[in-house]
């Protein structure tokens, strides 16, 4: 058995709110070091609930932990590159592995070619078209996972100037929650699975009020 940690880690980044304060440390004589985090539910890697898109969505502390415990099928995209488009015609081609009721990662390798950290990863990321949405509907998948920017219209978020798109254009999170499918978003590593199926696990922390939680996400593997 393998153990492949899907994760990036968490520090202080330009889209995101990640600032770690230390109110004890072993430097200054304290018995016990602690740190407290103010960090963004949507940081790095992490998982929405439906709340995040659905205004009387579930928080993320009553969905039921299982929504991200599971059969996974990794679905290879790497020939896509920068602003390719996950269309259904894509899935159709390299998923025919999907079955009903699996967590379904959608790998393309964008972190490798390009740091999460810069401008360019979120400006010039393949993304997840309306096609491909509603293939994964159509399969019954109970999550989506990606190493990606999962909608276009995300680009437009961190322009100059800053455009704010419409609900409708935040295409993954319109059709898949009301469809009952959650979402895993910047996913890392799925290169190091290895196999075309896995286990999946990311859970988050239960956080009574919350939209979302960060999660350390991994995949396990025979």
């Known amino acids: 058995m393998a153990i492949v940690d899907l994760s990036f880690p968490i520090r202080p980044h330009f889209r995101w709110t990640v600032a770690p304060e230390r109110v004890a440390t072993h430097a200054n004589g304290d018995p016990l070091q602690s740190t407290i985090v103010t960090v963004s539910c949507h940081a790095y890697t992490h998982v929405d609930a439906p709340l995040h898109f659905l205004p009387d969505g579930r928080d993320i502390a009553t969905m039921p932990i299982d929504q ?5 099928a990794v679905v290879d995209l790497t020939h896509l590159g920068a602003n390719g488009e996950v269309t259904g015609a894509e899935l159709e081609r390299h998923g025919g592995h999907v079955r009903h009721g699996d967590i ?6 964008w972190p490798r070619q390009v740091s999460v950290e810069t401008p360019r990863f979120w400006q010039e990321g393949p993304f997840t078209g309306r096609t491909g949405c509603e293939w994964l509907v159509a ?3 109970k999550a989506v996972g990606y190493d990606y920017p999962p ?6 978020t961190i322009a100059v100037p800053r455009r704010t798109p419409d609900r409708a254009e935040y295409t993954t999170h319109a059709i898949f929650f009301p469809a009952g499918i959650t979402v895993i978003e910047y996913l890392t590593n799925l290169d190091r699975i290895g196999a075309a199926r896995c286990r999946f696990l990311a859970l988050p922390l239960a956080l009574e009020g919350a939209d979302g939680s960060p999660v350390r996400a991994i995949a396990i593997t025979d």
């Open 68 to 72: 991200w415990i599971g059969e996974a």
């Open 104 to 109: 379904v990662l959608l790998r393309t390798d």
């Open 139 to 141: 399969r019954g998948v």
């Open 151 to 156: 909608d276009q219209c995300i680009r437009d």
